[in-house]
């Protein structure tokens, strides 16, 4: 684990997370919440589709998709602001719970997706899922 920590020590001492660090890190900390919007919002929209209808329509398609794209946003804006303090996320409780959160999910999606017959069951685990991820996400600045 030694070896973790000083990856994460030099890219914490990286020009990237100097550079975030300083007066784009408000910017950067919104961009992170729009792209979580864009992820969390259209997966519950979708996700009640599925339990509603029982299976995936169209809208839910084009729902996924915009997840896709926050999806992808937040994981590079959230790369953003783990740099400035990695190694004081990287011991965070409410990171390692949010971090795992996130394979949950991608597990869940993944069922989702390779057994329809248990579409709903999934769809309803992944409301409460990204719930607890956003609960976790707000726990990290009062945590560790």
Same mark, same amino acid.
């Given at each position: ?23 784009? &890190? ?26 509603? +209808? ?34 004081? &996320? ?22 989702? &997706? ?5 579409? +709903? ?24």
């Amino acid at each position: 684990m030694l070896w973790l920590t000083g990856v994460l020590g030099s890219f914490e001492a990286s020009p990237l997370a100097d550079w975030v660090g300083g007066p784009i &890190y408000p910017l950067v900390s919104a961009l992170h919440i729009l792209a979580i919007g864009f992820l969390v919002a259209p997966v519950i929209l979708a996700d009640l589709r599925v339990l509603r +209808r029982g299976q995936v329509d169209a809208t839910s398609i084009d729902l996924s998709r915009v997840a896709l794209i926050g999806f992808c946003a937040a994981v590079a804006t959230g790369v953003l602001l783990f740099s400035v303090q990695a190694t004081r &996320y990287a011991v965070n409780p409410a990171v390692l719970i949010k971090f795992s959160l996130l394979a949950i999910a991608g597990a869940n999606a993944a069922l989702f &997706y390779l057994i329809s017959r248990i579409r +709903r069951a999934t769809a309803a685990l992944s409301i409460g899922i990204w719930c607890a991820v956003l609960i976790a996400g707000r726990w990290i600045a009062f945590a560790g």
